[in-house]
C-alpha cells in the first residue's frame, strides 16, 4: 500500500491550503484514512480523520472549523482543506490509511499504512 501527500507549501498567516493524499494498492472505498502533523520537536498530533464510507468526520482539539476533511472514492484521495492558517499550524503533515476503530482515529500507532509527509510552513 502507497501513500502520496502532496500539496503542502509556503503560505502566510490566515492563507490556505488544500493536501492531498493518495492511495494505491488498497480498495480505498474500504478504508478510513486520517491526517496527522509534527511539528519540530513534538510528537505527531491528530489533525482529522474520515470513515470509508465518509458519513463522518473528526477533527482534533481546536481544528475542527478551520480545517475540513474529504475524500473522493472515484479518485482514491483524501484532502485536507486548510483555512486560516496560523504560525502554530507549521509542521510536517502525514496522511495515515486503515483503522478499524473509530474510537482509536486519533491514536498514530492504531493506523497500518502512512505516507511521506508534505511541509506546511505558516509565515507570520
Known amino acids: 500500500v502507497q501513500l502520496q501527500a502532496f500539496g503542502g507549501g509556503l503560505v502566510q498567516t490566515g492563507g490556505s491550503l488544500r493536501l492531498s493524499c493518495e492511495v494505491s494498492g488498497r480498495t480505498f472505498s474500504d478504508v478510513a484514512m486520517g491526517w496527522f502533523r509534527q511539528a519540530p520537536e513534538k510528537e505527531r498530533e491528530f489533525v482529522a480523520a474520515?470513515?470509508?464510507?465518509?458519513?463522518?468526520?473528526y477533527y482534533g482539539d481546536s481544528l475542527k472549523g478551520r480545517f475540513t476533511i474529504s475524500r473522493d472514492n472515484t479518485k482514491n484521495t483524501v484532502y485536507l482543506q486548510m483555512n486560516s492558517l496560523k504560525p502554530g499550524d507549521t509542521a510536517v503533515y502525514y496522511c495515515?490509511?486503515?483503522?478499524?476503530?473509530?474510537?482509536?482515529?486519533?491514536?498514530?500507532?492504531?493506523?497500518?499504512?502512512w505516507g511521506q509527509g508534505t511541509q506546511v510552513t505558516v509565515s507570520s
Open positions: 495515515a490509511a486503515e483503522n478499524h476503530y473509530s474510537g482509536t482515529y486519533s491514536t498514530d500507532t492504531a493506523w497500518y499504512y
Open positions: 474520515i470513515p470509508s464510507t465518509g458519513r463522518f468526520t
